[in-house]
Every structure is written in structure tokens, then in C-alpha cells.
């Protein structure tokens, strides 16, 4: 078994940190358990420099500041595969935001690999290792670890510098590193992967299909639910289901009475939110004419531009060897063509590649 070190104590963190911020480049990854919790609980942070992986017990270990000195402050570039998840989970702990990232997914689709391609697809790649998947579902949080949980959580940074390295060389190669450090850019800013329950609606499932003069009580009743969901620290689900918060949409409950007829919603949830359920449904106004916040059917001719900047984006992505998701997603295309043209497309490397085209054709 491929050696690693475990790091249970504050004083082996300072020190395993020192050495580590002397490797200039440091791969970063991390397990963490989200099944009855809002924030995803930290349970353990993976690290390599440029000897054997180390791993973090952030269960054991009180005081993180090492780790986030290495990551802000140390120089060193910190390399992690698909970087959101993981700087959520840090940053539960301390600010998360690292100095200088390279996102190897990121990379990846710069370099003709596809979207959101896994680690384990790419370490096959690069190194013919075939790493297992025996431990995808494992409890991070149980102690002790067993080692094979362990050996598998350290080959998750064992290949990184790897991956980085043959990236690199690609993306040099094909001149488009400033492209992707433009990206990793935004990949650290904090408000990429920090929560924020004001745009919680975006995300709200089954919204489009609800009639216009009940989308501003979603609206509202999804942002109650995830600040609420982040206060208590608990499942948005868990405080009112998706189902039940479109129903209450459609038919707003003036009364706890109507509100107990809804389905879906607990006798508990009912106590403790029913007041408030009542309430947001109470002040919110229900006119049709006050804007459509999720429009349901786009017109046909709406239809054919989205489809024809769709085509343009794919031929190009096919053209320099991109992903073309790099460019733009279609609902970001369909927010364009009702209106908004503050999207990425416009901006940076993409305006550059794409954009202008787009603008020039379907403005």
C-alpha cells in the first residue's frame, strides 16, 4: 500500500503546513459528510507536496489557521479537481479561498477532455492507473478510519501534480493558459461556491411550470427556506419540501387551518414555521401584471435564436477544442435572448472567442 501520513494534532499540523508551503505547488482535496446538515461537515482534508499525501483530521484537529496560511498566504499554487465543492466544505472551517488555483477539470476542458470530466477518468488517462470506487460512499465521519478508506483518500491527491503537469503543458501548448487563469480567477472568488440564500429561487425546481401570479410567493418562500435551512443547519428539504412549497404557491394558505392541509408538510414543520408560512403567503401580492420572474415557454422565434446560438457555440467550441459549456449553458443563452446580456459569454476570454459573434448576429 502506497504510504501516506495522518495529521491528528495542532502541533503536527503547523509543522506538516511548514513543509508543505516550501513545495510551491501543494494538491488539495477533502471528504465531508452532507446528509442532515445545510453546510457540508469537514471531515477530512487531503494534501500533497511533493513527497507522500498527508492527511488532515479536521475532527481531531481545533485550530485550521495553518492550513488556511498555506492556501492564502504561502505563495504555493494549490491544485484541486473541480473546485467548488471542496472550498464549501473548507470554508466551513476557515476562509477558503485560495492565492492561486489550478483546477484540473477546469483544465481539462481547455484541453478537448469534455465536460466535468472525473478525476479518475483523467488519472486513467494520464497515468494508466485505475483507481477504485469501492469508497464513494463511505462515512468520512466514523472513527477510526479504516485504512483502506484512508489509501483511497490519499490516492485522491496522490496524482494531482500529475494531472497538472500534463495540463499545463497542453495548455501551453495550445495558448490558452490565460484563458484558464482567467477562470481559475473566478473559480476562487467567494461568491462562486459561498451560498447565498437571496438566489436561492434560481435553482427552485418545478417554478416555470407554476401560474404567473404565483411566482413572486416561490420566490419569497424559497429564500425564507434557505436562510432558515442555514440558521438551523438542516436539509432545505427538511424544512419544507419542494412540493409543498409549490403548492402553497399556487393556493396560498390565508389561515394555520389551510396550511395543515397541504401536503407534505410535517406536524413539527407546521409548529415551528407555520406562523411564518402564513405570513410571507399573506404579504406577498398576487398580480399578474407585476412581472414574470421564472417565463415558462419561450416564443418560437426566441426558440430558433437560442437554437441557432446554441449551434454557433458548439461549432466553435468544436473548432479551437473546447468544452462547450466553457462558453455558455442554454439557460444562460435563454436569459440573453430575454434580455440579459450581463452573462459570462460577454465577458473576458469568452467575448473574445464567442461573444462578439453572438452579439454581432443576434442582437
Known amino acids: 500500500m502506497a504510504g501516506f501520513t495522518i495529521i491528528e494534532r495542532d502541533d503536527q499540523l503547523e509543522i506538516a503546513c511548514a513543509e508543505l508551503s516550501s513545495a510551491g505547488v501543494v494538491a488539495l482535496d477533502t471528504e465531508f459528510m ?3 446538515t445545510y453546510a457540508p461537515v469537514l471531515c477530512l482534508v487531503q494534501l500533497r507536496g511533493t513527497g507522500n499525501p498527508v492527511l488532515l483530521d479536521p475532527l481531531a484537529i481545533g485550530d485550521l489557521a495553518p492550513l488556511r496560511a498555506l492556501m492564502k498566504d504561502s505563495g504555493a499554487e494549490i491544485v484541486l479537481h473541480s473546485c467548488r465543492q471542496d472550498l464549501e466544505a473548507l470554508d466551513t472551517r476557515i476562509d477558503a479561498s485560495p492565492g492561486a488555483l489550478f483546477d484540473t477539470q477546469v483544465a481539462a476542458a481547455f484541453c478537448g477532455f469534455g465536460d466535468q ?11 494508466g492507473v485505475s483507481l477504485p470506487k469501492d469508497h464513494t460512499r463511505a462515512d468520512w465521519a466514523r472513527r477510526p478510519l479504516p485504512a483502506s478508506e484512508l489509501a483511497y483518500a490519499a490516492d485522491d491527491v496522490r ?10 503543458e497542453r495548455l501551453d501548448r495550445y495558448d490558452r493558459m490565460s484563458w484558464f487563469r482567467e477562470e481559475c480567477r473566478r473559480q476562487i472568488a467567494p461568491e462562486t461556491w459561498r451560498p447565498d440564500p437571496g438566489k436561492a429561487w434560481l435553482r427552485l425546481k418545478g417554478a416555470a411550470a407554476l401560474p404567473v401570479e404565483a411566482q413572486e410567493t416561490a420566490r419569497r418562500l ?3 427556506r434557505e436562510q432558515k435551512a442555514m440558521e438551523k443547519n438542516l436539509p432545505r428539504e427538511w424544512v419544507l419540501p419542494t412540493p409543498a412549497l409549490l403548492s402553497i404557491s399556487r393556493d396560498p394558505p390565508g389561515s394555520m387551518a389551510k396550511l395543515a392541509r397541504v401536503e ?8 415551528r414555521y407555520g406562523d411564518a408560512l402564513v405570513r410571507i403567503c399573506r404579504e ?4 399578474p401584471g407585476s412581472g414574470v420572474i421564472w417565463t415558462q415557454v419561450l416564443a418560437p422565434d426566441d426558440r430558433r435564436r437560442v437554437k441557432g446560438i446554441m449551434k454557433l457555440l458548439r461549432d466553435v467550441a468544436e473548432d479551437i477544442g473546447i468544452s462547450p459549456s466553457l462558453l455558455a ?3 444562460a443563452v435563454e436569459d440573453f435572448v430575454r434580455g440579459t446580456v450581463e452573462i459570462e459569454l460577454f465577458r473576458g476570454w469568452r467575448r473574445e472567442v464567442a461573444g462578439d459573434r453572438v452579439l454581432a448576429d443576434y442582437s
Open 117 to 127: 470530466v472525473s478525476y479518475a477518468a483523467m488519472v486513467a488517462e494520464v497515468t
Open 284 to 287: 406577498t401580492p398576487r398580480n
Open 222 to 224: 424559497a429564500v425564507w
Open 159 to 168: 496524482y494531482l501534480h500529475d494531472l497538472r503537469d500534463y495540463l499545463e
Open 329 to 331: 449553458n442554454r439557460a
Open 264 to 271: 407534505g408538510i410535517s406536524r413539527g414543520a407546521l409548529r
Open 34 to 36: 452532507r446528509v442532515k
